[in-house]
């Protein structure tokens, strides 16, 4: 039986803002209490964990950790500086060593303490997720790639990963618990406020490979999984529904801005005529350009 401890009352805080360190050029940030409070590993079902986060800045990606009599699991692993954070969490709940960490693709604030988890921990991503790292001069490449899907079998417990295509990114992964009915999107989902208090909103990395109008068929392959619970690349546990609707969003961005390039819009002006404050996405006027230039092959 793996060994689990019982959860410390949040007073007992991790304090991260007293930890002076540089890595990868960024400095660890400061918390309050209350956002300490807020980052501490909590239950998401049963051998299921996330460690939160809500943003690419400070408070990094979720974390999801399945624990098994043989070890543990892990999604993501927020930057650079986060490996003493993320074990010492996880030590909260068990005594078993992490053995095989999931990237839901490359960017620091998901994959960024790859490097030190690799001495003793296998790292497995999506091939082009591996090949953004490598060509981004990031730490910690992964060791054992994947192209559509794969599986981890550990401990009794199975954590499949699947690529359905292209999105946030071109190497997004989806991490999925079958006997808990519950997924890990990385960036393909987001949702929520920052820390600071602003709203989050989906982002479309073309340097990347990202793609803003193959985003929905990806998200629909992920709807033809079986689950209930979504752990988010930022922000707090959803539904399946709430995948549905973030979809649907993504579908009307791209809809309203082919409307207005229908009806005379150019580049330089799409950003001021495209409204999407009733979908709660602050997006900047760059990002309608990119969508712009993708809808009409400028890209």
């Not at 956002?35 to 964990?49: M, N, P, S, T």
């Not at 990202?210 to 689950?227: I, K």
């Not at 996405?281 to 990119?290: I, K, M, Q, V």
């Amino acid at each position: 039986m793996h060994t689990l401890k019982t959860l410390g009352s949040l007073t007992a805080l991790v304090v991260l803002g007293s930890i002076m360190a540089m890595a990868a050029g960024q400095q660890v940030p400061r918390f309050t209490p209350e956002q300490e409070a807020r980052l501490q590993i909590r239950g998401v079902k049963d051998g299921l964990y996330v460690i939160p986060g809500f943003d690419g800045g400070q408070s990094g990606g979720n974390v999801a950790v399945r624990v098994t009599d043989d070890g543990v699991i892990i999604v993501d692993n927020k930057f650079p500086y986060s490996f003493d954070f993320i074990t010492e969490q996880v030590r909260k709940i068990t005594d078993q060593p992490i053995k095989y960490v999931l990237n839901t693709h490359h960017h620091d604030d998901h994959s960024g303490s790859n490097a030190d988890f690799l001495p003793t921990a296998e790292v497995i991503a999506h091939k082009n997720a591996r090949a953004n790292i490598v060509r981004n001069n990031q730490p910690g490449p992964p060791r054992v790639i994947f192209a559509d899907e794969t599986a981890v079998f550990l401990g009794g417990a199975e954590v499949q990963m699947f690529h359905f295509g292209r999105g946030h990114t071109n190497g997004d992964a989806v991490a999925y618990f079958p006997d808990l009915r519950t997924v890990h999107t990385g960036d393909l989902i987001v949702f929520g406020q920052r820390l600071d208090g602003s709203t989050l909103s989906p982002f479309w990395d073309f340097g990347n490979g990202g793609s803003v109008l193959e985003w929905p068929a990806t998200l629909t392959g992920l709807l033809a999984l079986d689950f209930d619970t979504v752990i988010p690349g930022h922000g707090p546990l959803l539904t399946k529904d709430d995948v549905r609707i973030f979809r649907g969003k993504m579908e009307i961005v791209i809809d309203r801005v082919r409307t207005e390039i229908a009806a005379g819009a150019t580049r330089d002006d799409i950003g001021s005529r495209v409204d999407t404050a009733d979908l709660d996405w602050p997006l900047a006027p760059s990002r309608f350009r990119d969508v712009f230039d993708e809808l009409t092959g400028a890209q």
